[in-house]
């Protein structure tokens, strides 16, 4: 069997075990993958750096799914895979160290990629002007070393960093992103988190209930993250954090302690989540950040707030970048109750 087949059948075998079948288009994007796959494969065979492949589409049609499938299946250790948050996270931390060195920035992508021929970047998207310009510079840079890099975004390129003010900085990441990648816009009418019932594991096991604000709160603490900031969240024991809406994302927090406390805790409890529309913007993008950490990290949450989740999303429709946290919140298994 040829290995791009072989992969096809490894990818079906997935989806098998998960419970589903892929559909037409799924399938025509594996067949896309499988291509990749072999392309990298071959690696100093080729003549050419492989065509890379940049993945767009609405929410649950399955983008990350295929691309996570696909990245498993792959016979290849020299692959990297990172997360949006996780990698500014990462790099960051590396330029930081980097930071006497004049090509820090490049220094630091490479600590990220090593010898990698394969980046798989999911669930790209940007909306920061800085992280544009760091963007572009890794594109270049991993593109200029010959790598093959998969993305899966819920943007098309010339989408990013919509906000009209900022998007001429990213346009000549756009650029390297037209030039050295196939679009490939996975498209379907079904958002399959809708009609997914299965909440046995990770995130999706999580829920979502109705209760009255501060019902049965338990007594605060301070929780001091690495870098000497103290947070006061509600409890900590046994590898579950306990916190507030208010607490994660009305306070100044930011996607650095999201990622490092989704290290450190298995399991979250949030408590007292308003309606979306009653908090102002930054505590909204913080609750998007933090339910973007959650799902890549796949930790189950319990979820308590004073409306109920199908209330909450309609509020939350009217932000035109709420979609993707949306989608994500339906996989939750929701249940009205309140507290005696």
């Not at 840079?141 to 998969?150: E, I, S, Y």
């Not at 003010?165 to 037209?178: M, T, V």
């Not at 930011?254 to 009653?278: H, K, M, N, Q």
């Not at 993008?285 to 319990?302: C, E, M, T, Y």
Request: glycine residues 6%; charged residues 25%.
């Amino acid at each position: 069997m040829r290995p791009e087949n072989a992969l096809v059948v490894g990818v079906e075998n997935a989806a098998a075990r998960d419970g589903f079948a892929l559909d037409a288009a799924q399938r025509a994007l594996l067949e896309r993958l499988a291509t990749l796959g072999a392309d990298v494969d071959r690696g100093p065979l080729r003549r050419s750096s492989p065509r890379s492949l940049y993945i767009h589409g609405d929410a649950g049609r399955g983008k990350s799914w295929l691309a996570d499938a696909f990245f498993a299946e792959l016979p290849l250790a020299q692959k990297t895979r990172v997360h949006f948050h996780r990698f500014f996270d990462e790099l960051h931390r590396s330029i930081h160290g980097h930071r006497s060195e004049r090509d820090a920035v490049e220094r630091a992508i490479d600590d990220i990629t090593g010898n990698s021929r394969l980046l798989f970047f999911d669930e790209l998207h940007v909306h920061d002007s800085g992280d544009a310009r760091l963007l572009t510079r890794l594109l270049d840079h991993v593109f200029q070393r010959g790598l093959a890099v998969l993305a899966t975004s819920n943007y098309a390129p010339d989408d990013l960093l919509p906000n009209p003010i900022w998007h001429h900085i990213f346009e000549p990441g756009i650029a390297l992103i037209k030039t050295h990648m196939d679009v490939w816009n996975l498209a379907g009418p079904i958002d399959y988190r809708t009609v997914n019932r299965e909440h046995g594991r990770g995130f999706a096991a999580g829920t979502w209930t109705l209760e009255p604000a501060g019902s049965g709160a338990p007594e605060q603490r301070a929780f001091a993250i690495a870098k000497g900031r103290s947070f006061t969240v509600t409890s900590l024991d046994g590898g579950e954090l306990v916190a507030s809406f208010d607490q994660l994302c009305s306070a100044a927090t930011s996607t650095v302690e999201y990622l490092d406390w989704a290290r450190c805790f298995s399991r979250w409890v949030i408590t007292d989540i308003p309606s979306f529309g009653a908090v102002d913007a930054e505590a909204q993008q913080r609750f998007i950040n933090l339910i973007d950490v959650l799902v890549d990290a796949d930790i189950p949450v319990r979820f308590s707030s004073t409306v109920d989740l199908s209330g909450f999303l309609a509020d939350a429709s009217r932000r035109p970048d709420a979609f993707r946290m949306a989608s994500r919140l339906l996989l939750l298994d929701s249940a009205s109750r309140s507290s005696a």
